[in-house]
């Protein structure tokens, strides 16, 4: 079946650092989804990227999408306390119509302030 | 808009037990709603597809029996888990999918923390 893994599994930061999370489908996706679960809470949506080399940029948050559109990343510049929590990519199944979102296995961050 | 709840947030059930957990859409319509479980530092694995008006779509190693899923309607599914066991402690999570919708827009509940004892 489909396999979405991310690395690395933990990351500790100094506040300020930057940070990266990498994400990769074992089939091609016809789009990938990045959520932030805080911890305690329940995942909420980032964004959605769908094209191929896609580029989208929140604040300071930058999502790319492979040109393969199996691997994604998902960059955060100069982190915060607030962008402590786990970020997990999820893509949805690889058959047209498909609505099954099969997640990532998360990066779990933290921040020394 | 697309606000999903779940009630309760929280429970805390004896061995054997049955407990049940709701989904709503709260200002639209889902014909569909996923069920997902998540284990303390893990990630979230979906057990089952939950159709308004039709049988759940269990994934492989669910038990049916266990989890049993209605979707009487187009803004609530529930969740029962039957004979509960400490094994099922978990965070159970739903999400709704906005009928008409594009297929991979899900909105996700703020999730249920079971503890069975």
């Known amino acids: 079946g489909q396999q979405v893994m991310q690395i690395p599994q933990y990351q500790h930061v100094q506040e300020g650092e930057d940070f990266t999370t990498y994400c990769n489908s074992s089939t091609t996706l016809s789009n990938i989804q990045w959520y932030k679960q805080r911890p305690g809470g329940h995942p909420v949506f980032l964004i959605q990227?769908?094209?191929?080399?896609e580029v989208k940029k929140q604040k300071r948050l930058t999502f790319q999408f492979g040109e393969a559109k199996k691997n994604s990343s998902l960059h955060i510049t100069a982190t915060q306390t607030t962008d402590v929590g786990t970020y997990f990519c999820?893509?949805?199944?690889?058959?047209?119509?498909?609505?099954?979102?099969?997640f990532g296995t998360g990066t779990r961050l933290t921040i020394i302030p | 808009g697309a606000v999903v709840s779940q009630h309760p947030s929280r429970v805390i059930c004896k061995s054997g037990t049955s407990v049940k957990i709701e989904c709503r859409s709260l200002?639209?319509?889902?014909?569909?709603m996923f069920w997902y479980r998540q284990f303390p530092k893990q990630s979230l694995m979906l057990m089952a597809t939950s159709n308004e008006g039709s049988k759940a779509t269990y994934e492989q190693g669910v038990e049916k029996d266990k989890f049993l899923i209605n979707h009487a309607s187009l803004t609530l599914s529930t969740l029962t888990v039957t004979s509960a066991h400490p094994e099922d402690s978990s965070f159970y999570i739903c999400?709704?999918?906005?009928?008409?919708?594009?297929?991979?827009?899900?909105?996700f509940g703020p999730g249920t923390r079971l503890t069975v004892l």
């Open positions: 200002d639209f319509q889902a014909t569909t």
């Open positions: 999400s709704a999918q906005r009928t008409g919708s594009s297929a991979d827009t899900q909105y």
């Open positions: 990227l769908v094209k191929s080399g």
């Open positions: 999820a893509g949805p199944g690889s058959n047209f119509g498909n609505e099954k979102l099969t």
